[in-house]
């Protein structure tokens, strides 16, 4: 037994000799000490360190982010032989990236990092937000790999996850691919999984989801790079979206355009950052503790309810609100201070004959042609 294992061993080494003495020739000949960026440059990058332990340097900023940098600091105490060193690069002091590096003593850098040569094997992007110059990836053997929260190429961009739930996908995944310079998710693809939505999920449950699968599906990549790189495929131009980030003008529910399914999941999306938002006689409401499709019956069956039109349930406490196909509740609203539908109902819906809710367009229209309304956000 013994005897069988040690020609391997010398065998090894000396193949790691005649590796070191070829790199030593080529590479000089080629001109990579001398910053050559072609393929014969990147075959003696990926030559000189050519399988784990790595040497990482982690960009990141929010919780999905920290979720691969926990994974990874993990392996870096362990002796899986994965991580040999790991270091991070964050925008601010506040981020949760930048304090989970501090409360394990990982070495941090601000950006844009210096002095990065020959000091990393793999940089990795995890929810990170910026461009990354050709100068600084090329300084990477193996390149710079992201962990991107959506089934590539579809919701390429900041947003991914919302907009998984404002679109209403049943599928999405995780994709892990290399970063190319001047263009976010482009890059491509060196590992991906799929995902099933669960059922009214929130993004905030989503993105839990897929920040498991995300630090797992890195770890995986890791353990076999140099072959992932080699069998890498392009993204398809095909199925191209695009997830912009989430901002305030989303909020604003259209009553008379909008179904019970589409405000559902417009809450499910951003409620949990952004509130849903009305107006009522010229003053913006906030909507929140959104219960979903109502039934609400008339006395008066010929009677019919325009879009936007407001009804207190006083059995349930919930503001019913019609729109395109239905009714949706609410628990609470924001006007000037919190208010329970209760509240709301009694101080102030009970006060008017006012009991509808208008779309912000709608009310824009409305205080150009008749002065009604005073638009405020």
């Given at each position: 037994?013994?005897?069988?294992?040690?020609?391997?061993?010398?065998?090894?080494?000396?193949?790691?000799?005649?590796?070191?003495?070829w790199l030593q020739t080529v590479c000089g000949t080629w001109g990579w000490r001398r910053g050559g960026v072609g393929p014969a440059a990147q075959l003696c990058r990926l030559m000189s360190s050519s399988g784990p332990p790595w040497r990482?340097?982690?960009?990141?900023?929010?919780?999905?982010?920290?979720?691969?940098?926990?994974?990874?600091?993990?392996?870096?105490?362990?002796?899986?032989?994965?991580?040999?060193?790991?270091?991070?690069?964050?925008?601010?002091?506040?981020?949760?990236?930048?304090?989970?590096?501090?409360?394990?003593?990982?070495?941090?850098?601000?950006?844009?990092?210096?002095?990065?040569?020959?000091?990393?094997?793999?940089?990795?992007?995890?929810?990170?937000?910026?461009?990354?110059?050709?100068?600084?990836?090329?300084?990477?053997?193996?390149?710079?790999?992201?962990?991107?929260?959506?089934?590539?190429?579809?919701?390429?961009?900041?947003?991914?996850?919302?907009?998984?739930?404002?679109?209403?996908?049943?599928?999405?995944?995780?994709?892990?691919?290399?970063?190319?310079?001047?263009?976010?998710?482009?890059?491509?693809?060196?590992?991906?999984?799929?995902?099933?939505?669960?059922?009214?999920?929130?993004?905030?449950?989503?993105?839990?989801?897929?920040?498991?699968?995300?630090?797992?599906?890195?770890?995986?990549?890791?353990?076999?790079?140099?072959?992932?790189?080699?069998?890498?495929?392009?993204?398809?131009?095909?199925?191209?979206?695009?997830?912009?980030?989430?901002?305030?003008?989303?909020?604003?529910?259209?009553?008379?355009?909008?179904?019970?399914?589409?405000?559902?999941?417009?809450?499910?999306?951003?409620?949990?950052?952004?509130?849903?938002?009305?107006?009522?006689?010229?003053?913006?409401?906030?909507?929140?503790?959104?219960?979903?499709?109502?039934?609400?019956?008339?006395?008066?069956?010929?009677?019919?309810?325009?879009?936007?039109?407001?009804?207190?349930?006083?059995?349930?406490?919930?503001?019913?609100?019609?729109?395109?196909?239905?009714?949706?509740?609410?628990?609470?609203?924001?006007?000037?201070?919190?208010?329970?539908?209760?509240?709301?109902?009694?101080?102030?819906?009970?006060?008017?004959?006012?009991?509808?809710?208008?779309?912000?367009?709608?009310?824009?229209?409305?205080?150009?042609?008749?002065?009604?309304?005073?638009?405020?956000?």
């Amino acid at each position: 037994m013994w005897m069988s294992r040690k020609p391997a061993g010398v065998s090894l080494r000396v193949l790691q000799l005649v590796q070191h003495c070829w790199l030593q020739t080529v590479c000089g000949t080629w001109g990579w000490r001398r910053g050559g960026v072609g393929p014969a440059a990147q075959l003696c990058r990926l030559m000189s360190s050519s399988g784990p332990p790595w040497r990482l340097l982690f960009f990141g900023s929010d919780e999905f982010a920290v979720e691969s940098l926990k994974v990874l600091t993990s392996s870096r105490n362990s002796s899986d032989g994965l991580v040999k060193s790991l270091e991070v690069v964050t925008l601010s002091v506040d981020v949760p990236v930048k304090k989970f590096a501090l409360q394990h003593q990982l070495p941090t850098h601000s950006w844009p990092p210096q002095n990065v040569d020959g000091q990393f094997d793999v940089g990795l992007v995890v929810s990170f937000g910026c461009l990354l110059p050709k100068r600084l990836i090329n300084k990477f053997p193996h390149g710079i790999l992201n962990v991107h929260p959506s089934l590539l190429p579809r919701w390429r961009g900041p947003a991914p996850v919302f907009h998984t739930i404002l679109h209403g996908d049943t599928m999405t995944g995780v994709t892990i691919m290399q970063i190319r310079p001047d263009r976010f998710d482009v890059g491509p693809i060196l590992n991906q999984e799929l995902q099933q939505v669960p059922e009214n999920c929130t993004a905030d449950e989503l993105g839990n989801v897929l920040a498991t699968k995300g630090a797992n599906l890195l770890i995986d990549t890791l353990m076999t790079l140099s072959e992932r790189i080699v069998n890498r495929r392009e993204q398809a131009q095909t199925g191209v979206t695009f997830a912009p980030k989430i901002n305030t003008s989303m909020s604003w529910i259209l009553w008379e355009e909008q179904t019970c399914d589409q405000i559902g999941r417009l809450y499910r999306a951003i409620g949990s950052r952004i509130p849903l938002r009305t107006m009522w006689m010229g003053r913006t409401v906030k909507l929140s503790h959104f219960v979903g499709r109502c039934h609400i019956s008339f006395s008066d069956q010929r009677q019919t309810p325009v879009p936007g039109s407001v009804r207190y349930q006083k059995e349930s406490s919930i503001l019913a609100v019609c729109c395109k196909d239905g009714w949706v509740g609410f628990k609470e609203v924001l006007l000037k201070k919190r208010l329970t539908a209760a509240d709301f109902y009694n101080g102030y819906l009970h006060q008017t004959d006012e009991q509808l809710f208008v779309s912000r367009k709608t009310a824009s229209k409305d205080h150009q042609t008749r002065g009604k309304y005073t638009v405020q956000t």
